[in-house]
């Protein structure tokens, strides 16, 4: 069993910088993959960005390539996302997610979930 808790979302201008943190308790946090996930209002739940258990390769979705970063320090048990760039069609909740496994771009894959954290960029 995992749990996840989100933090760090906000009301940013675009072109600002916002740092998600997800912290994770239970057993053997090194063992899953990490996603981020967003929703907004009216649209599906899509993915972000995801990286492995031993985090030596991510995956980002083609909207946020070069703007986003995922990272993880599985001492401390947390995945980070860092948005850099942001624009108004970045505002959504933020869900953090994981999976034993690999990174997989579909939600259906992805065992645990976090509450989420609302990020909201102004033009």
């Known amino acids: 069993q995992v749990q996840l808790v989100e933090s760090g979302g906000g009301l940013v201008q675009a072109g600002g910088s916002l740092r998600l943190s997800c912290a994770a308790s239970?057993?053997?946090?090194?063992?899953?993959?990490m996603a981020w996930f967003r929703q907004a209002p009216g649209n599906e739940r899509e993915f972000v960005a995801g990286m492995t258990y031993s985090g030596g390769t991510a995956a980002y979705a083609d909207s946020v390539k070069g703007r986003f970063t995922i990272s993880r320090d599985n001492a401390k048990n947390t995945v980070y996302l860092q948005m850099n760039g942001l624009k108004p069609e970045d505002t959504a909740v933020y869900y953090c997610?994981?999976?034993?496994?690999?990174?997989?771009?579909?939600?259906?894959?992805?065992?645990?979930w976090g509450q989420g954290t609302q990020v909201t960029v102004s033009s």
């Open positions: 997610a994981a999976r034993l496994g690999e990174v997989h771009g579909h939600l259906k894959y992805y065992d645990y």
């Open positions: 239970g057993r053997a946090f090194s063992s899953y993959a």
